[in-house]
Nanobody
Framework: VQLQASGGGLVQPGGSLRLSCVVS????????VGWFRQADGKEREIVAA??????SKYYIDIVKGRFTIPRDKNTVYLQMNSLRPEDTAVYYC????????????????????WGQGTQVTVSS
């Protein structure tokens, strides 16, 4: 299983970015997906997650109403709107094939597969 993340870049405050995560291998199995981020000097934190069923989604409070996690076949996106400087971080996507059907895992240890990070910088 491989995860390939892309779409990061430099954006001004208030702008938008869409990150993509392409999952290859075991594509006939369903999986839960999470987006995490890690800012300089900080722990990696969950940003958003979606269950294997697709029915359950989770967002941390600070991104609710600004970020969404749409999915199209084997590509999962993180649509980020109204970006703020505090959203600056390296963003990672992760997949879990073992999560419960309607569970959106929130802890990094629940994920077995990770993509490489993509840098998002929000600055004027």
């Amino acid at each position: 299983v491989q995860l390939q993340a892309s779409g990061g870049g430099l954006v001004q405050p208030g702008g938008s970015l869409r990150l993509s995560c392409v999952v290859s291998g075991r594509t006939f199995d369903t999986y839960a997906v999470g987006w995490f981020r890690q800012a300089d000097g900080k722990e990696r934190e969950i940003v958003a997650a979606m269950s294997r069923s697709g029915r359950s989604k989770y967002y941390i409070d600070i991104v609710k109403g600004r970020f969404t996690i749409p999915r199209d076949k084997n590509t999962v996106y993180l649509q980020m709107n109204s970006l703020r400087p505090e959203d600056t971080a390296v963003y990672y996507c992760a997949a879990s094939f073992e999560a419960r059907w309607d569970s959106a895992p929130k802890v990094k240890y629940d994920y077995s597969y990770w993509g490489q990070g993509t840098q998002v910088t929000v600055s004027s």
